[in-house]
């Protein structure tokens, strides 16, 4: 169980780089927007969950600019419950910086349960002329890997993201690494549903009423068991996405359970004056 926890912390991780640092201004560009938001997380009791009963928890997701780069800091607690008297809480933090180019990427990942140490990837990885590059570790261990051609870090994954849901395309793949040592990189597939109206409504009190939302949907797949190859997805991501780059309605469907977040908190931050 503690193994598939770990992997869980490694694939959630990926779902809140990608929220926040795809803080975007809605005004056909790439240029991010810095923002802190809060998640509430908790089981989706709509679907089976092998032997985990209960899980509830949240999410912290920090996008910040200077004139170097850009950074995501993530933080998510989770308590687990369930059969056989299964009872803990997983801890886990990452920090990243990319370079505005996007082909630099350093990261520092650290998982605990029970406030005892099981996971921690640190190193760095830059990318070449077509987007192949390498990655190397310093922690756990020292390791190496070659990416592929058109691999993206997290900042210029979620502008494509937004760039393609605003130009109209419903979806694209593309090779997504965020420093994960398990998983080394993900093959992703994104499906962009049709473009909703704004929701002058009002629902969500925190989320402006003017902007277009889209439905999101993500399969990561495992380097080495791509869906070219008959492969079935790690995990599942779903969520609305806004015009500002915020998203709502969190789905994040694993093997053994599945899990659903609504947005609680949000705070837009200053950019810098960079000349």
């Not at 992997?7 to 809140?16: E, N």
């Not at 520092?108 to 077509?130: F, H, M, W």
């Not at 870090?153 to 420093?179: C, M, Q």
């Not at 040592?181 to 969500?204: C, M, N, Q, R, T």
Request: aromatic share 10%; proline share 5%; hydrophobic share 40%.
């Amino acid at each position: 169980m503690i193994r598939s926890v770990g992997r869980f912390a490694a694939s959630f991780l990926l779902l809140s780089v990608f929220l926040f640092s795809s803080s975007v201004v809605f005004a056909q560009t790439s240029s991010l927007r810095p923002a802190r938001a809060i998640y509430d997380l908790h089981l989706n009791k709509d679907r089976e969950s092998a032997g985990i009963l209960g899980v509830k928890g949240r999410m912290v997701a920090e996008y910040i600019e200077d004139c170097s780069g850009f950074i995501l800091n993530q933080g998510f607690i989770l308590r687990f419950s369930g059969s056989s008297g299964l009872d803990f809480v997983n801890d886990l933090q990452a920090s990243h910086w990319e370079s505005r180019d996007g082909d630099i990427i350093r990261f520092n990942l650290t998982s605990t349960i029970d406030g005892k140490s099981v996971e921690q990837e640190q190193g760095r990885a830059e990318l070449g002329p077509g987007g192949a590059g390498n990655a190397t570790w310093d922690k756990p261990k020292a390791l190496h890997l070659e990416l592929p051609k058109g691999t993206a870090f997290p900042a210029v994954f979620s502008r494509k993201v937004l760039a393609h849901a605003i130009k109209g395309s419903r979806g694209f793949e593309t090779p997504l690494f965020d420093g994960s040592h398990e998983a080394g990189y993900y093959l992703v597939s994104i499906f962009i549903g049709d473009k909703l109206a704004p929701d002058a409504a009002g629902h969500h009190k925190l989320l402006a009423k003017t902007l277009p939302r889209w439905p999101i949907r993500m399969a990561y797949y495992s380097r080495q068991d791509q869906p070219n190859r008959g492969g079935v997805p790690e995990f599942e991501i779903g969520y609305t996405l806004y015009g500002d780059g915020v998203t709502d309605g969190l789905t994040l469907d694993y093997p053994e359970f599945g899990l659903k977040g609504r947005l609680v908190e949000l705070e837009y931050l200053d950019q810098p004056s960079c000349e």
